[in-house]
């Protein structure tokens, strides 16, 4: 599925002089260009199920825009450009309609509010302007951020997106060695490694990536671990500040870093993907499936079909049957009480 015709399709949908204050004051454009109602909410209960970095709701044929206010980062900005998502799909009856005929419509709404938002917070103009024909590096993520009004994650996204072949970016925090956010690039061919960096991973305090000091920069060949002690070479750039590390780690040396060196070859994920619903959300997961009900197991509650259908079950006080919960009234099922 080739999402680029309809994002660019979407995005070209909006005046190219009021894309461009949107990327300058997201908030503002949406008050004073499209005519919406505005308002961030300390506690928002309620958040798009599958919107990816959205923390917000909208009630468009009000012309009402929810967001979680984020004072610390820009992230709320992200929120109010896939909102904007949302008010462009529900105009264009050819783009909404062509969604409604996917599968697993709803989370393909969300892919495309998230991808226009990306593309209305960091046009593809200035990545290109920033890159200036370069390979990326870890310092063009900072450059990125300082020429727009995207968070720290979304010029992650925008950059690993430019990378070919396998591939992440990661930041990490400098204080607790955590990565807080990766955007990993699958091999085209062989698809996940089974090493790799990922969100919520801790760094050893002797890690290449924790030696950097504020201000510094490398370019080299690296070791990346995993918790049960395997580990992968990537060849890395990377730069800090007195906050964060910034990483780009890639499988091919583009910066020449060691001409000719090929990397040991390195195991890729095997395990079958499959679709599920649960937790509230409907995803794609990879790992063996439950030998009965043939279903992948929820990687937050950790329960497959099975054990879902197990926690709606109850037992009934004169069958002494277990019944759906829905079927059964006062300890009673159907069944027993006709």
């Given at each position: 599925?080739?999402?680029?015709?309809?994002?660019?399709?979407?995005?070209?949908?909006?005046d190219e002089?009021?894309?461009?204050?949107?990327?300058?004051?997201?908030?503002?454009?949406?008050r004073s260009r499209?005519?919406?109602?505005?308002?961030?909410?300390e506690?928002?209960?309620e958040?798009?199920?599958?919107?990816?970095?959205?923390?917000?709701?909208?009630?468009?044929?009000?012309?009402?825009?929810l967001?979680?206010?984020?004072?610390n980062?820009?992230r709320?900005?992200?929120?109010?450009?896939?909102?904007l998502?949302?008010?462009?799909?529900e105009?264009?009856?050819g783009?909404f309609?062509?969604?409604?005929?996917?599968?697993?419509?709803?989370v393909?709404?969300?892919s495309v509010?998230?991808?226009?938002?990306?593309r209305?917070?960091?046009?593809?103009?200035?990545?290109?302007?920033?890159l200036?024909?370069?390979?990326?590096?870890?310092r063009?993520?900072?450059d990125?951020?300082e020429?727009?009004n995207?968070s720290w994650?979304a010029?992650?996204?925008a950059?690993?997106r430019?990378?070919?072949?396998?591939?992440?970016?990661?930041?990490?925090?400098?204080?607790e060695?955590l990565?807080h956010?990766?955007?990993?690039?699958?091999?085209p061919?062989?698809g996940?490694p089974?090493i790799?960096?990922?969100?919520?991973?801790?760094?050893?305090a002797?890690?290449?990536?924790?030696?950097?000091?504020?201000?510094?920069a490398?370019?080299r060949?690296?070791s990346w671990?995993?918790?049960?002690?395997?580990q992968a070479?990537?060849?890395a750039?990377?730069?800090a500040?007195?906050?964060?590390?910034?990483?780009?780690?890639?499988?091919?040396?583009?910066?020449?870093v060691e001409?000719?060196r090929?990397?040991?070859?390195?195991?890729f994920?095997?395990?079958?993907?499959g679709k599920?619903?649960c937790c509230?959300?409907e995803?794609?997961?990879?790992g063996?499936p439950?030998?009965?009900?043939?279903?992948q197991?929820c990687p937050?509650?950790?329960e497959?079909?099975?054990?879902r259908n197990?926690?709606?079950e109850v037992l009934c006080?004169e069958?002494?049957?277990?019944k759906?919960?829905t079927?059964?009234?006062?300890?009673v099922?159907d069944e027993?009480?006709?």
């Amino acid at each position: 599925m080739n999402l680029e015709p309809w994002i660019d399709r979407a995005v070209r949908a909006v005046d190219e002089s009021i894309r461009a204050e949107f990327a300058e004051a997201p908030e503002t454009t949406l008050r004073s260009r499209f005519d919406l109602q505005v308002q961030a909410m300390e506690s928002l209960s309620e958040q798009r199920g599958d919107g990816g970095f959205c923390d917000g709701m909208s009630y468009l044929q009000d012309g009402v825009v929810l967001y979680a206010p984020t004072p610390n980062s820009r992230r709320q900005n992200f929120t109010m450009a896939h909102e904007l998502g949302h008010w462009i799909v529900e105009r264009d009856e050819g783009l909404f309609s062509w969604i409604a005929d996917q599968e697993n419509a709803a989370v393909l709404l969300e892919s495309v509010c998230d991808r226009i938002a990306q593309r209305l917070l960091l046009p593809e103009a200035l990545v290109a302007q920033v890159l200036d024909g370069a390979s990326v590096r870890a310092r063009h993520v900072a450059d990125l951020f300082e020429a727009s009004n995207a968070s720290w994650p979304a010029c992650a996204i925008a950059l690993a997106r430019r990378l070919r072949g396998l591939a992440a970016i990661v930041l990490v925090t400098r204080e607790e060695g955590l990565v807080h956010h990766a955007s990993v690039q699958p091999d085209p061919d062989d698809g996940w490694p089974t090493i790799f960096p990922w969100r919520g991973q801790v760094l050893e305090a002797g890690h290449a990536l924790m030696n950097i000091a504020p201000g510094s920069a490398f370019t080299r060949r690296i070791s990346w671990r995993a918790p049960w002690g395997s580990q992968a070479e990537f060849f890395a750039d990377a730069f800090a500040d007195n906050k964060r590390i910034v990483g780009v780690l890639v499988a091919r040396d583009i910066w020449g870093v060691e001409p000719g060196r090929v990397l040991q070859p390195r195991e890729f994920d095997t395990r079958p993907m499959g679709k599920i619903f649960c937790c509230g959300h409907e995803r794609m997961v990879r790992g063996y499936p439950c030998g009965k009900c043939g279903q992948q197991f929820c990687p937050i509650c950790k329960e497959c079909q099975c054990d879902r259908n197990a926690a709606s079950e109850v037992l009934c006080t004169e069958c002494f049957l277990l019944k759906s919960a829905t079927l059964i009234i006062e300890g009673v099922c159907d069944e027993c009480r006709r």
